[in-house]
């Protein structure tokens, strides 16, 4: 079983920053072999990819995400942050992380998220 705790998600005025961070814990095998992502799910809408990281640390990004956002990984603390940079109202959901399957879907319990806010 493996246990993921995001944290770092706060109330930001349009063009603020945040990092977010999430930790995984319990079984998890290697973590630094294991690509992992960035999720988030805004109200009323369905769950989105916003930025994977390889164990090579080659990255990808949503479009709507490139260049304002950056995914990175501390495979000795089996975490992996986000940092959010211009952060607009649209970027407003509940943020996760997880290990994506690479045919879709993720491997482990989605965590309880971190609520990130975009208002004025």
């Known amino acids: 079983q493996v246990q993921l705790v995001e944290s770092g998600g706060a109330l930001v005025q349009p063009g603020g920053s945040l990092r977010l961070s999430c930790a995984a814990s319990g079984t998890i095998g290697v973590f630094s072999l294991y690509t992992m992502a960035w999720y988030r799910q805004a109200p009323g809408k369905q769950r989105e990819l916003v930025a994977s990281?390889?164990?090579?640390?080659?990255?990808n990004y949503a479009d709507s995400t490139k260049g304002r956002f950056t995914i990175s990984r501390d495979n000795a603390k089996n975490k992996v942050s986000l940092q959010m940079n211009s952060l607009k109202p649209e970027d407003t959901a509940v943020y996760y992380c997880n290990r994506p399957r690479p045919g879709g879907g993720i491997r482990w319990d989605w965590g309880q998220g971190t609520q990130v806010t975009v208002s004025s």
């Open positions: 990281i390889t164990s090579e640390r080659i990255t």
